[in-house]
């Protein structure tokens, strides 16, 4: 299933995940987001007021952050009811103990 939410999509796809393999609906499921900068119009924007690093290193919350970078990614995480072990020799690296998802309405912004 396709998720578009906006901004909290990979989250939301998470969540679905979790309450799929809660209920017994799945016994493995998959979730993930990517985020392409398909036009540069944004970057344009921020390169006319300043605001990019001019080094393009991103530094968020230090001392030595010298502007805005932005960048492509994804991620993609793999659920499985079962506990324990793989059945294929590989080993459980982590758990979701808790997932929610609420909203506030639509938005403008």
């Known amino acids: 299933m396709a998720v578009d939410t906006a ?18 609906e799945s ?3 998959l979730a993930g987001g990517v985020n392409l ?7 344009v924007q921020m390169a006319r007021f300043g ?11 230090d001392a030595a952050g010298d502007g805005y970078v ?6 993609w995480w793999c659920w499985s009811r079962s506990r ?3 059945r294929r020799g590989g080993g459980s690296t982590g758990s ?8 506030t309405g ?4």
């Open 7 to 24: 901004c909290s999509a990979s989250l939301v796809a998470v969540h679905l995940a979790c309450e799929s393999l809660r209920r017994g």
């Open 96 to 103: 979701c103990a808790a997932a929610r998802s609420t909203t």
């Open 51 to 61: 605001a990019r690093s001019p080094t393009g290193r991103c530094r968020s919350f």
């Open 70 to 75: 932005r960048a492509e990614g994804r991620g």
């Open 27 to 29: 016994t493995l499921a």
């Open 84 to 86: 324990g072990r793989w």
């Open 37 to 43: 900068i398909l036009a540069p119009d944004s970057m």
């Open 106 to 109: 639509a938005a403008t912004g």
